[in-house]
């Protein structure tokens, strides 16, 4: 008579052991209703919708939901590059418009459009550095130093705008946003291409790792001999980087930068962020996860709309969202041990 033993095998990134039997295990059906959910949920609320709205019936809402979204999908994307390693940073959505306006202004100085951009995106890198600095370097909390950042872009927003709304943005960065490829414009397929990226990132590439396991014990990572500073430091630049390129997405979009809307952009991102890691990958901050969470959000507050809700209805629901899905992620996170939500 033999007998099976249980195999061992260790996450040499994670630091973790999975315990598995050869033999044949029943279907988890618990850990996929949790994994599903929202994804689920989302599209239950679409067929319920589509039965009580004719508007939801027509292929046109859609893709206005979706375009209209494209901005904070890659807000809540860029968000949860630093999310995963247990920190924040609150400043992408000013980056994005202290860079639109800084790149609107040269060129009516007349700059050369590549030259403005480039201009532009070495804002971002500063601002990443300069966050990375205080967080990384001399250990503010990363709340605390992001939220100065943000404030102090807004107030270089309104010095470079002279506090009003720039129009007459080039027409060559209106169509890096606005021209369409099979009837959706290009602002949203960069917002799927991101997805793609990041997705391959965090699940497919070591680096992807460490940042779980920097997120869960950043001392434990740090003995482990991975590099949590150079990661750390390496992901408020990115954040930062990815904040200015959505930036210049962003004045192409409006053909306009407007400096006040920073604020406006400030809470979605993180409520789908924070919503999406209580989905797909359970405890995690994901790509997928995030693009399901903010649908979901998008298709609730549209249909409340169409009920006749004042404007004022989606800062109370973003505001809702944000907390449940934060208390449900780092529940979540707890009970798997995975990455640290906070």
Not at 12 to 33: C, E, V, Y
Not at 154 to 168: D, E, K, P, Q, V
Not at 176 to 202: D, E, K, N, T
Request: net charge positive; aromatic share 10%; glycine share 12%.
């Amino acid at each position: 008579m033999t007998t099976s033993t249980p195999t061992r095998t260790a996450d040499p990134a994670l630091g973790k052991h999975d315990f598995t039997t050869p033999a044949r295990q029943s279907f988890n059906w618990g850990a996929f209703t949790e994994r599903w959910a929202l994804v689920g949920g989302l599209l239950v609320l679409v067929l319920i919708c589509m039965a009580v709205f004719p508007q939801f019936r027509t292929a046109s809402l859609f893709t206005t939901m979706v375009n209209a979204q494209s901005l904070v999908l890659l807000l809540g994307l860029t968000a949860t590059v630093v999310l995963r390693l247990g920190d924040f940073d609150l400043s992408v959505a000013q980056t994005m418009v202290a860079t639109g306006a800084l790149v609107a202004q040269l060129t009516k100085m007349g700059v050369p459009s590549g030259l403005a951009v480039l201009i532009g995106l070495g804002l971002g890198v500063v601002v990443g550095l300069v966050n990375a600095l205080l967080v990384v370097r001399i250990g503010v909390d990363s709340f605390v130093a992001t939220l100065g950042s943000f404030t102090a872009l807004s107030g270089f927003a309104y010095l470079l705008t002279n506090s009003r709304i720039i129009s007459g943005i080039p027409d060559e960065f209106v169509n890096f946003s606005r021209s369409q490829l099979l009837g959706i414009p290009l602002i949203s397929w960069y917002a799927w291409a991101l997805v793609i990226v990041l997705w391959y990132v965090y699940q497919r590439t070591p680096l992807g790792r460490y940042s779980l396991f920097i997120g869960g014990n950043r001392n434990a990572a740090r003995l482990s001999g991975v590099p949590v500073n150079r990661i750390r430091t390496g992901a408020y630049v990115v954040s930062g980087l990815l904040a200015s390129f959505i930036g210049v997405c962003f004045i192409g979009y409006f053909g306009a930068v407007d400096p006040s809307v920073g604020s406006q952009y400030m809470l979605q991102p993180f409520a789908a962020a924070f919503l999406g890691a209580t989905a797909i990958s359970v405890g995690r901050f994901n790509a997928f996860g995030t693009v399901a969470a903010l649908y979901l959000l998008t298709v609730g507050i549209t249909a409340l709309q169409l009920l006749g809700a004042q404007t004022w209805v989606s800062n109370v629901f973003y505001g809702v969202a944000l907390m449940v899905a934060v208390t449900a992620a780092k529940l979540a996170g707890s009970r798997r041990g995975g990455g640290h939500t906070r």
